[in-house]
């Protein structure tokens, strides 16, 4: 079955000319089917990007998904038009009181802040506690990932002395996860932060456990049995250009920024980026959504009752 998302969304028109099966909301409506709700707390500031890459990995799985675009109240976002937002998004108190399969939860662009200092930080709190009773599985990203092992586990971020800013290898702790099914044992995948969190620090933290690590850039990926929820601390869900645009803002800025690690080929930052992560973030979101298919109750007014 394809993903189902409103019939005007903008990334509608990217994912058909990718052949990524999308589904009509007439059509789904004819389905006698109870289709995945999976809701999307969109925190990176462009939000129709982000929408896209989220949306071609969720629809590349064979059952049928509802995406629903969420935000958080307490934040008005500066490089999405106001009638994007109006048209295709809900605020979070106004789906509080719904039960989700899946709830993803984006990074956003504030990692140097103390969790504290961030605007909407006591909102994004509130919104953690509630998937422990609202949500049958949760995938933080990147600063989203960071923010609910600090609120959930209280394990810290620790500030870099230069950007993590490259693709790099990875390994595969845990070959048998269900969420790491087909990943080979070394892989690639981007990463874009100044901030870590480090293994010894997740240790401490009963629950949790490190699935991928990069020697260089530490932890990249933790799972927690009990409530069936990943932490992704890097970008396993760019796009090929992504970090590429990144490094040309920034230069554009005036920034002290090194190209991204081995990620232009020989090094030369007008040469064509190759994608050399996409077939794990597909593996990687359709064992996510494999176990959540296998695992969430069919009535969905009793997700959260374990």
């Not at 990074?107 to 919104?127: M, R, S």
């Not at 702790?173 to 790491?180: A, D, I, R, Y």
């Amino acid at each position: 079955m394809p993903i189902r998302i409103p019939d005007t969304l903008p990334a509608r028109d990217v994912l058909v000319r990718e052949g990524v099966s999308v589904m009509s909301e007439t059509d789904a409506i004819r389905q006698d089917i109870r289709p995945l709700q999976i809701g999307l707390l969109n925190l990176m500031p462009n939000k129709i990007r982000t929408e896209a890459q989220i949306a071609r990995l969720i629809g590349a799985s064979p059952l049928q998904v509802e995406l629903t675009l969420i935000m958080v109240g307490g934040h008005t976002p500066k490089n999405t038009p106001e009638e994007h937002l109006i048209s295709f998004y809900q605020n979070w108190a106004d789906v509080r009181d719904r039960k989700f399969d899946g709830f993803i939860i984006t990074g956003a662009p504030v990692e140097t802040l103390e969790y504290e200092d961030v605007g909407y930080w006591q909102e994004l709190t509130e919104i953690l506690d509630w998937t422990r009773t609202n949500v049958h599985s949760s995938f933080f990203i990147c600063w989203g990932a960071m923010a609910a092992a600090w609120h959930l586990h209280g394990v810290p971020k620790h500030t870099l002395a230069e950007k993590a800013f490259g693709v790099y290898r990875h390994r595969n702790l845990v070959p048998t996860s269900p969420f790491l099914s087909g990943f080979s044992d070394d892989f690639q995948i981007p990463v874009s932060r100044w901030t870590e969190v480090r293994a010894d620090d997740i240790a401490k933290a009963p629950g949790l456990q490190i699935l991928m690590e990069s020697d260089v850039t530490g932890p990249c990926l933790l799972s927690e049995p009990a409530q069936r929820n990943l932490y992704c601390f890097n970008h396993i869900e760019y796009d090929s250009t992504s970090l590429k645009e990144e490094y040309e803002r920034d230069v554009a800025a005036g920034k002290a920024i090194k190209p991204p690690y081995g990620y232009f080929p020989k090094d030369d930052t007008t040469a064509q980026p190759l994608n050399r992560w996409r077939s794990h973030a597909h593996l990687l979101f359709g064992n996510w959504i494999n176990q959540v298919y296998q695992t969430t109750p069919f009535d969905a007014a009793r997700i959260g009752e374990d």
